[in-house]
């Protein structure tokens, strides 16, 4: 390398060669990225933990090079629970998904936050169940159409859409709880920011931290990858609003990292 | 040594310390709540973890985690709550992970009631979950034993990196023995753990999973899960005979009635009946060879069980040389009478050769 030259960009050292199994255009590659700078940042690579879901992001082991163990649907949390209450000194976090954590996992996670577990959650939400083949997810908006809301999402009999970091922002222990999308290089560098502030408060030991992100799936949105991108802020931000819903330490006077 | 009189589920908490329990997660149900209660009074100030869980799902997943990280974890339940649990044991067993799990029987289906059962027999040794997998399973039938099995458990699951199951009732759990607290206790070594998610400090990453989509890749991990099965079914297969050398009617219990059958067959051979009992003390693996072993001179076998037989299928499939298998089985919470088993060994043993109609409502 010359003087001249200077290195803006390299891969990152938790993310691993291995090309990803997802759709062309879907976020998870983002999100997972964004993980694994986060990781590097703060240096976690060898003291982390992450517990992968049930849905499109079980194979995530093959893309993170770190620790992982596996949890039933909808049990990350309480798998999570288990590794940090065994072991407080490792970083522990959860990668689920929107029917993982807000369908069949959501006892788990409310009561995870609740106790203020001292693990981080990254929860990718794309408003679909996609490794089951596009079924009504719990944040599937009112008239999205899937395989089982064929006619679209009806409120009368399927009820609106669950606002994850709302209703967790309602619990007084969690730390930190924030929505970011990465729909547009802006929103990606805030979506890091975000993840960066929750990792943060896991490691001073200030208790949960979540941080909801909307993602596209264009395979089960049936819209090309572009589009999907555009829909993100056209649609899912108008149900699903952006912004930090819970922060203890703004609350506190103190300076958010 | 020291003799403490104390519960079953007090003697569980005992051996479990002893063992060097690390994580403890539950959630409160009768008859079992002197566990969760007594680890959250004694763990806690020991530098372990104690954690009550939102559920029973919660529970076994905790256990999973701290498994995963290579600490010595367990949960306890009754019946209905280790239904529950069913998802996260098979998750243990595909994972290979290492657990305790307690199961003071109660008494079902559905809710049932609080009262002692032997109902979960079939869950606990055929895979209550899904897929091809087993636990080890002990049973006690004393307090002395709720603690020493308990103890003994976390050795057989690290051992084999196995859940193991102590299947016990309400009844064990519940009544109050002299119990001797041996100290310090015999230690097998720790075994390591090399596998544990703990941080992939200096190596490559470990993945703690039992997802293998490639069929040929979980063919395969099935078939290493079976060799550790049938490794298990040669070396600990455990039973106690109790007076069935020359024994003519040969009862087969466990736990709670395998103290009931002992008292009877006591009885009996002071009326000069040649009376045994053989109690399997591992359910799976089922001690067959020892049973064969217990039938040498027996002309009838007696299961006892308090549930609508299952046990007995066990004995059906242990090769017994045709002999006849009466059955008496009580449901609900009830137990047989001692002297009903009495009457019954008595009846046997004066008239051999006439056909009697099983006891059990069958």
């Not at chain 1, 199994?21 to 879907?26: A, D, E, I, K």
């Not at chain 2, 549930?307 to 046990?311: D, E, T, V």
């Given at each position: 390398m010359t003087q001249t030259e200077k290195k803006v960009f390299a891969r990152t050292e938790v993310l691993t060669s291995q090309q990803t199994?997802?759709?062309?255009?879907?976020g998870h590659g983002i999100v997972h990225r964004l993980v694994a700078e986060a990781l590097d940042h703060f240096g976690l690579r060898e003291k982390t933990v992450c517990v992968a879901p049930v849905g499109c992001s079980v194979l995530a082991y093959k893309y993170l090079a770190i620790d992982m163990s596996e949890a039933a649907h909808g049990r990350a949390p309480a798998v999570a629970t288990g590794v940090k209450r065994a072991r407080p000194d490792l970083f522990v976090f959860t990668y689920q998904g929107d029917g993982d954590l807000a369908a069949i996992g959501t006892a788990e996670i409310v009561h995870a936050a609740n106790r203020g577990e001292n693990i981080s959650v990254v929860f990718v939400n794309n408003a679909v169940y996609g490794m089951t083949g596009g079924q009504m997810a719990p944040t599937t908006m009112l008239g999205q159409k899937t395989t089982t809301s064929p006619a679209g999402r009806n409120l009368q009999s399927e009820g609106s859409p669950i606002k994850v970091a709302e209703m967790l922002s309602a619990l007084d222990a969690p730390s930190y709880i924030a929505r970011v999308t990465v729909d547009k290089p802006a929103a990606v560098r805030k979506a890091k920011q975000a993840i960066l502030t929750a990792f943060q408060r896991q490691i001073d030991g200030k208790g949960f931290s979540l941080v909801e992100v909307l993602s596209p799936c264009p395979t089960y949105w049936r819209m090309p990858a572009a589009k999907a991108m555009s829909a993100i802020e056209d649609t899912m931000v108008k149900v699903f609003p952006l912004g930090v819903f819970k922060d203890k330490e703004a609350a506190n006077g103190n300076q958010t990292a | 040594m020291t003799k403490v009189l104390m519960s079953g589920n007090d003697a569980v908490v005992e051996g479990a310390i002893r063992a060097g329990i690390d994580c403890y997660f539950g959630y409160p149900i009768t008859p079992q709540n002197e566990i969760i209660a007594g680890m959250a009074a004694r763990l806690p100030g020991l530098g372990r973890a104690f954690l009550q869980s939102e559920s029973e799902l919660a529970a076994v997943s905790m256990v999973h985690g701290a498994a995963a990280a290579g600490k010595r974890a367990m949960t306890t339940s009754s019946s209905p709550g280790i239904s529950l649990m069913q998802e996260g044991i098979s998750y243990l067993s595909g994972t290979q992970l290492p657990a305790v799990i307690v199961n003071v029987q109660r008494g079902g289906p559905g809710l049932g009631n609080i009262a002692p059962a032997q109902g979960d027999y079939f869950q606990a040794t055929r895979g209550g979950g899904n897929g091809d997998y087993h636990n080890i399973v002990l049973a006690p039938s004393s307090v002395q034993e709720m603690l020493d099995y308990t103890y003994e458990a976390f050795d057989l699951a690290d051992q084999y990196r196995i859940p193991v199951m102590i299947l016990t009732d309400g009844r064990l759990g519940q009544m109050m023995e002299p119990c001797e607290l041996r100290d310090p206790y015999p230690r097998k070594k720790l075994v390591e753990k090399p596998w544990a998610v703990t941080g992939a400090k200096g190596r490559k990453q470990h993945f703690l999973c039992s997802l293998h989509l490639p069929p040929a890749e979980l063919a395969e991990h099935n078939r290493a899960l079976q060799k550790n099965y049938r490794e298990i079914e040669r070396k600990e297969a455990r039973a106690e005979a109790h007076c069935t050398n020359d024994a003519e009617v040969v009862f087969v219990a466990y736990g709670a009635c395998a103290r009931l059958c002992r008292e009877a067959g006591d009885i009996l051979r002071e009326e000069g009946l040649k009376v045994g009992l053989l109690r399997p003390i591992t359910l799976w693996p089922f001690p067959a060879k020892k049973l064969q072993a217990s039938l040498k001179k027996a002309k009838r076998i007696v299961v006892v069980e308090m549930?609508?037989?299952?046990?007995i299928q066990d004995v059906q499939l242990s090769n017994v040389d045709g002999l006849p298998i009466e059955f008496i089985g009580r449901m609900g919470g009830e137990a047989p009478s001692i002297k009903e088993l009495v009457a019954f060994g008595r009846k046997l043993l004066q008239k051999p050769r006439r056909k009697l109609a099983s006891q059990g409502k069958r």
């Open positions: 199994h997802y759709c062309p255009g879907c | 549930s609508a037989g299952q046990l």
